[in-house]
């Protein structure tokens, strides 16, 4: 069971990888229009669902079974330093959650502005983290 779990996470890892280099590509959109805008709260959506989704599973290999939901699986990743600041994570959770589920171009700035300055380099931090795991 543990072997199914350890390539579990390697195998979201890898999704997770790829995400993450298409937020880069957005991140680094000097000017963005509002649909790159949109691209970049898509592709950061996409991004940090994989990310909390691997550190479970990467969590759950550890040791950690009992945790399912991003709050807990936060909370725990930040407990074992596997990731740096259990704040910015929440926030990014908080507005992860707000985006999904509304549309307002100046929430839109605001966010696409903390995925710039705070939450891509959180999340490239933890693939950093992870990386020396594999």
Request: glycine share 2%; net charge negative.
């Amino acid at each position: 069971m543990a072997n199914m779990e350890d390539i579990r996470w390697k195998q979201r890892f890898q999704n997770f990888e790829q995400s993450l280099k298409f937020l880069e590509q957005a991140v680094e959109i000097k000017n963005p229009s509002i649909v790159e805008k949109a691209g970049t709260i898509q592709f950061f959506e996409i991004c940090f669902e994989l990310s909390w989704k691997v550190l479970k599973d990467y969590l759950t290999e550890q040791g950690f079974a009992d945790l399912k939901f991003p709050r807990e699986i936060i909370k725990k990743a930040f407990e074992v330093n596997l990731i740096d600041d259990g704040q910015i994570w929440l926030e990014a959770l908080a507005n992860r959650n707000l985006t999904a589920h509304t549309y307002d171009e100046e929430v839109a700035d605001r966010v696409v502005r903390d995925i710039k300055g705070k939450y891509y380099p959180e999340l490239m931090t933890l693939h950093q983290s992870l990386k020396k795991s594999l």
